[in-house]
Nanobody
């Protein structure tokens, strides 16, 4: 059974930092990352990382956020620096593995709230 357990959200002042963690169990994932979603809006990509180390970032977080993975622990991290009020959202851990035939299978964490005060 696949589980994604997130931690590290909270309240921080603008300019501050937070580190999110997502521990995965039950499978090995080709792709892991973070998305975020505000109420009434679509979930949007924040950052992703393949198990070979390739990364992808949203333009809005480049230079401020850093994604990393510990493949031995099956854990992905998101270091968020220079946080802005507009980074306030629920952040979701995402993991993808592929079935035979290259069929993607996606999993999501329960979400963790990040609130940045001005």
């Amino acid at each position: 059974q696949v589980q994604l357990v997130e931690s590290g959200g909270g309240l921080v002042q603008a300019g501050g930092s937070l580190r999110l963690s997502c521990a995965a169990s039950g499978s090995i994932f080709s792709l892991m990352g973070w998305y975020r979603q505000a109420p009434g809006k679509q979930r949007e990509l924040v950052a992703t990382m393949t198990n070979s180390g390739s990364t992808n970032y949203a333009d809005s977080v480049k230079g401020r956020f850093t994604i990393s993975r510990d493949n031995d622990k099956n854990t992905v991290y998101l270091q968020m620096n220079s946080l802005k009020p507009e980074d306030t959202d629920v952040y979701y851990c995402h993991a993808r593995r592929y079935l035979l035939g290259n069929i993607p299978l996606d999993y999501w964490g329960q979400g963790t709230q990040v609130t940045v005060s001005s």
